[in-house]
């Protein structure tokens, strides 16, 4: 059974600062997929992982896989407030068409 | 973004009665995908459609139903609800299977069983 755990769940984090956040999952998953959600509002694609060692960068935000290591990250580089949200991963279920998430990081960056 | 609505946006009901939530795509995506969202839990799939007629449990699928008569449309029912079933349900959509390419997500239900 796959399983995706994200840490930390809670993040406060000064403006300028750089911070990571990191995905475990339990079993084999070769995609792997970041989305942002604000407060009350949906969730919006940020990055989709699709092979080992696969790196994507926006902005601020960069993300990587490690298939191997069963890990994904999340990196902030010099964070700003409209960063605020909450993050999740999700992994996909071999031969599925079904992701499994992560319990999600909300992240608050202060000025 | 993505032509996904769902309705209605925020409903309350009480335990034991029936609850259809509906979720109207216009990207004519095959896929579509029903979850709800609990603090804690991250998102978890409930049932999925991978086309018309065509659907399947995901990992909290108990207490849930789900029909898809067109390509737009995918509708979660719950049969009886209950406290438990308080929720935001999400649904999403994807043109290829989850591996190849990202969901799209709806803008939510908020669901209060009383």
């Known amino acids: 059974e796959l399983k995706v755990e994200q840490n930390p769940l809670f993040l406060s984090m000064q403006e300028g600062k750089n911070y990571t956040i990191y995905c475990n999952y339990s079993?084999?998953?070769?995609?792997l997929y970041w989305y942002r959600q604000d407060p009350g509002k949906s969730l919006e694609s940020l990055f989709v992982?699709?092979?080992?060692?696969a790196v994507k960068q926006e902005g601020r935000l960069m993300a990587s896989l490690d298939t191997k290591a069963r890990l994904s990250t999340l990196h902030i580089t010099a964070a700003v407030h409209d960063l605020s949200a909450t993050y999740f991963c999700a992994a996909i279920i071999q031969g599925a068409q079904k992701l499994v998430f992560g319990q999600g990081t909300r992240l608050t960056i202060n000025p | 973004d993505a032509g996904i609505t769902q309705s209605p946006r925020h409903k309350v009901t009480e335990t034991g009665t029936p609850v259809t939530l509906r979720c109207h795509q216009t990207?004519?995506?095959?896929?579509m995908y029903w979850y709800r969202q609990d603090p804690g839990h991250g998102l978890r799939l409930i049932h999925y459609?991978?086309?018309?007629?065509?659907?399947d449990k995901g990992e909290v699928s108990d207490g849930y139903s789900v029909s898809r008569s067109k390509t737009e449309d995918f509708l979660l029912t719950l049969e009886s609800a209950t406290s438990s079933q308080t929720s935001v349900y999400f649904c999403?959509?994807?043109?290829?299977?989850?591996?190849?390419?990202?969901?799209?997500f709806g803008p939510g239900t908020r669901l209060l069983v009383l």
């Open positions: 459609s991978y086309g018309v007629k065509d659907t």
């Open positions: 990207e004519n995506h095959r896929y």
């Open positions: 999403a959509i994807s043109s290829l299977p989850g591996a190849q390419e990202t969901q799209y």
């Open positions: 079993t084999t998953s070769d995609r």
């Open positions: 992982l699709l092979s080992n060692g």
